[in-house]
């Protein structure tokens, strides 16, 4: 039986929103083990003189437990 934990977290990137997914999943994966899923909840962009210069991201990240 596998047992799954999730976490919330945010991330962000000035070229995508789908960079700023990869970001979140790539530092999740160093200390998390078992990454099984990602889900977004939010999108957020950051806006400096008409333009957006960055996008921010939150995501929940389900991992399984080791057991």
Do not use: H, P, Y
């Not at 999730?6 to 995508?16: H, P, Q």
């Not at 789908?18 to 889900?39: K, M, S």
């Amino acid at each position: 039986m596998s047992v799954a934990k999730v976490i919330e977290l945010t991330a962000s990137s000035s070229k995508s929103i789908e960079d700023a997914v990869e970001n979140g999943i790539e530092r999740a994966n160093e200390t998390l083990d078992e990454v099984e899923g990602v889900w977004v909840q939010d999108i957020k962009a950051i806006v400096k003189d008409g333009k957006v210069t960055e996008w921010r991201v939150n995501m929940k990240v389900t991992f399984l437990l080791k057991g």
